[in-house]
């Protein structure tokens, strides 16, 4: 027969599981947040340093060389940073299941 207090116990326990799971969840989306904020300001920053020097060009052949230097800047700083915000949600998603592990392990069957 079940107790009381183990019911007390197991919903105390739940409970601090939840608050411990927001707090995370809370981290890793203001974590993700700022990692975008910061790409946004980097390629900002980079589109503006692009059209300035694409202003100043005098011939075709430097105006295709300074595309070509920015589009490949960009896409190295687009992968970089993606494979860095991916990596950020999948810390998420493990830190935000963490707390819940223990009482996942209560229920699961002995192996």
Do not use: W
């Not at 989306?29 to 005098?58: C, R, W």
């Not at 589009?71 to 999948?90: C, D, H, M, N, P």
Request: proline residues 2%.
């Amino acid at each position: 027969m079940v107790k009381l207090e183990e019911i007390q116990n197991y919903g105390k326990e739940h409970m601090e599981s939840v608050a411990a799971s927001a707090s995370n969840l809370q981290s890793g989306v203001q974590a993700i947040a700022t990692a975008y904020g910061d790409y946004a300001k980097k390629s900002f920053e980079d589109t503006k340093s692009y059209v300035e020097k694409l202003s100043g060009v005098k011939s075709l052949d430097k105006a295709l060389e300074a595309q070509n230097e920015f589009v490949r800047s960009a896409y190295e700083t687009f992968v970089s940073e993606s494979q860095k915000i991916a990596g950020l949600y999948g810390d998420c998603a493990k830190q935000t299941f963490k707390p819940f592990e223990t009482l996942v392990s209560k229920f699961s069957p002995a192996q």
